[in-house]
């Protein structure tokens, strides 16, 4: 038992290294695991002995992540995602399912395993693009929005292919009889999860909620032993704790479970990623790099293709359709659960395995650069991305009202984001005539709605510019999130030779000195002003308050 222990410890060490490597490389912390997992398994150095007890926490690390998502899945918001992500989500699913099972057979695979190998390539990590959006501020724009759309999806997806695997994995006889027994099972499973919902989990919950510790500590065996009861009914542990996490996501303590839920989920995946390169095989992966590389350059070019090609289709611009489709050029840790699933059951060999996980670490290391980099990536690409945009992108154009071109404006405002937003609706409220300027519709329909002057359309392009009154404007101010964009700006109006003032927002330091170094006159730093003025408001304060007798 101490032996173990100093083998655990041991590991939590290496894999901190590992993960403050991998941050230096901008790069997902998973990757990093992986590679220790290799580093210390019978394929490197042999430094742990303990596996069932790493097995054991990789399990309950699956458990709580498919608890998360399903508290993320209340019934409001899967109402509400929407026709789009709805019908690109599934789009996807489909025709990555088909053109990947082609593919798979091509390289010699039975049909069995070139099913679970094509339905395992579909799945992208929800995880990695939600941070990777969040950290680019991009995660409420448009093509954020549809991209967390057709990711739920994709998590309702893998969670009902699990179920059905598990199904067909543990009852044997015919197809038919299967299916049937799966269907009257899953309609036993939703009356009995209704009435809990309805009449017990309210109530329970607040109850547990009045401590925090308790709170966690219920979640957590709620979600452990739904797993358990949904094995034993003959779903899956994946698929009880989903529901688990679904039977929560209605009530008014989930995000409070999620929010303390997040870092144990995170501190047991540790443990199934470790395990997984552990468990790899290098003598049979040698034969894999082909069939790996044929399959990531299909993850990494063909899925975003396909969602363009659908975004497209919905009358959608090919730079929205680009900008999505890239959060769907990795596979996730589904992916990977999903064949480790098919293995314990028989319908694959444990060759797939890691023939899945070259994939994913391939992928998920190129795309994360991708997405970081989307926008000059777009830059270089969009002359070649015509084919995937309609001659009339009615869905995007429906949200132009043209505001005029002859209206006078003092400032024009590029990107009504939350400070966009709110820094024109200041100084329409100081007395200036301000435009704002947005790419995202929806956006654009809700400031128009309050009452401020808004064009639709990309900043960059020369064709909104001239629109714009730009020769009687004194001012332009950018909020655009991320230099690139804001390099494209400040090239267009140098086009057009405009003569007013310029100033752009920066998020961070350095980025403040790249704008600076392409000319930009004038830098404004949000944060830092906020402090500063909160540091002179409050400084004054106590100034006045020593100074009363």
């Not at 998590?155 to 067909?168: C, E, F, K, N």
């Not at 009861?229 to 994946?238: P, T, V, Y």
Request: net charge neutral.
């Amino acid at each position: 038992m101490q032996e173990h222990f100093s083998e655990l410890a041991l590991l939590l060490i290496i894999a901190a290294a590992g993960g403050a490597v991998a941050l230096r490389l901008r790069q997902p912390v998973l990757i990093a695991y992986i590679v220790v997992g290799i580093l210390v398994g019978p394929a490197g150095f042999g430094l742990v002995s303990a596996h069932d007890q790493i097995d054991l926490l990789a399990q309950m690390g699956i458990a709580v992540l498919l608890f998360l998502v399903g508290l993320k899945l209340d019934l409001a918001h899967v109402r509400h995602i929407g026709p789009v992500a709805l019908a690109t989500g599934l789009g996807q699913l489909v025709f990555t399912i088909a053109i990947g099972f082609g593919l798979v057979l091509l390289l010699g695979r039975t049909p069995v395993e070139a099913l679970y190998l094509a339905v395992a390539l579909t799945f992208s990590s929800t995880i990695i693009i939600v941070k990777l959006l969040s950290d680019k501020r991009e995660i409420d724009a448009l093509h954020g929005r549809i991209a967390v759309g057709f990711l739920i999806v994709q998590d309702l997806a893998v969670v009902l292919a699990m179920m059905v695997v598990s199904a067909l994995g543990g009852g044997g006889g015919e197809p038919a009889e299967v299916i049937l027994s799966l269907l009257w099972r899953v309609t036993l499973a939703a009356v009995a999860l209704y009435l809990l919902m309805r009449h017990v989990l309210p109530w329970a919950v607040a109850l547990m909620a009045r401590s925090q510790e308790l709170l966690l500590i219920s979640a957590v065996a709620w979600g452990v032993g739904l797993a358990a009861l949904g094995e034993w009914a003959g779903f899956s542990k994946e698929a009880g704790s989903f529901l688990a996490g679904f039977s929560l996501a209605s009530t008014s303590y989930r995000e409070a479970i999620s929010a303390r839920l997040t870092g144990i989920r995170d501190f047991l995946l540790l443990f199934f990623f470790i395990d997984l390169g552990a468990k790899l095989d290098f003598s049979t992966l040698g034969g894999e790099f082909w069939p790996a590389l044929v399959l990531s350059l299909f993850v990494l070019i063909g899925n975003p293709l396909i969602v363009m090609a659908i975004m497209g289709y919905m009358g959608y611009r090919k730079r929205t359709g680009f900008l999505a489709g890239l959060t769907v050029a990795q596979i996730s840790e589904f992916s990977i659960i999903f064949i480790a699933m098919g293995i314990s059951l028989g319908h694959v060999d444990p060759e797939a395995l890691g023939l899945v996980t070259l994939v994913g670490v391939t992928t998920i290391a190129v795309s994360t650069y991708m997405i970081l980099y989307s926008h000059p990536l777009y830059e270089r690409l969009a002359p070649s991305l015509g084919l995937f945009e309609r001659r009339n992108p009615q869905r995007e154009l429906a949200a132009e009202q043209d505001v005029g071109a002859a209206r006078p404006a003092d400032v024009i405002v590029i990107g009504l984001g939350r400070y966009g937003g709110r820094l024109a609706q200041g100084l329409e409220a100081a007395g200036l005539a301000v435009i704002g300027v947005d790419f995202d519709p929806e956006s654009a329909r809700a400031w128009r709605s309050k009452g401020l002057a808004v064009r639709y359309g990309d900043a960059t392009e020369a064709e909104l510019l001239e629109s714009l009154p730009l020769a009687s404007c004194a001012w332009v101010v950018s909020t655009l999130p991320d230099v690139a964009s804001n390099r494209g700006l400040l090239q267009a109006l140098r086009t057009y030779r405009y003569t007013g003032e310029l100033a752009i927002v920066a998020r961070a330091d350095e980025d403040g000195l790249q704008l600076k170094r392409l000319g930009v006159p004038t830098v404004i730093y949000p944060t830092r002003n906020a402090v500063d003025f909160a540091v002179d408001t409050l400084a004054g304060i106590v100034r006045r308050s020593r100074e009363r007798p």
